[in-house]
């Protein structure tokens, strides 16, 4: 049974900054693209960030780039996503997501986890 659970959101003032975690199981997750997304209330679920079965290759949403890094470890199952000068819009549920290959689109990804709230406050 495959679990994908993130952690590290929280409430913070615009500036500041969240790191992000998120530990899959139960599947080869070395072979696996990871991806973050998010969801705004009454807003489509949109592509954040993604990165390669190896981390050697990334790809950022252009409203985060700059400002948030994603990263892996293999070794410990996770992924993880360092959000930076942080600004009230990227107030939303950040989902963590896996899949065969990295993408920026929703339908590619076979595995999903929960979601974490990061509010952003002005």
């Known amino acids: 049974q495959v679990q994908v659970v993130e952690s590290g959101g929280g409430l913070v003032q615009a500036g500041g900054s969240l790191r992000l975690s998120c530990v899959a199981s139960?599947?080869?997750?070395?072979?696996?693209?990871m991806g973050w997304f998010r969801q705004a209330p009454g807003k489509e679920r949109e592509f954040v960030s993604a990165?390669?079965?190896?981390?050697?290759?990334?790809d950022y949403a252009d409203s985060v780039k700059g400002r948030f890094t994603i990263s892996r470890d293999n070794a410990k199952n996770s992924v993880y996503l360092q959000m930076n000068s942080l600004k009230p819009e990227d107030t939303a549920v950040y989902y963590c997501?896996?899949?065969?290959?990295?993408?920026?689109?929703?339908?590619?990804?076979?595995?999903w986890g929960q979601g974490t709230q990061v509010t952003v406050s002005s």
């Open positions: 990165i390669n079965w190896s981390g050697s290759s990334t």
């Open positions: 997501a896996a899949a065969t290959f990295r993408s920026k689109t929703t339908h590619d990804y076979d595995y």
């Open positions: 139960g599947l080869a997750f070395s072979r696996y693209a």
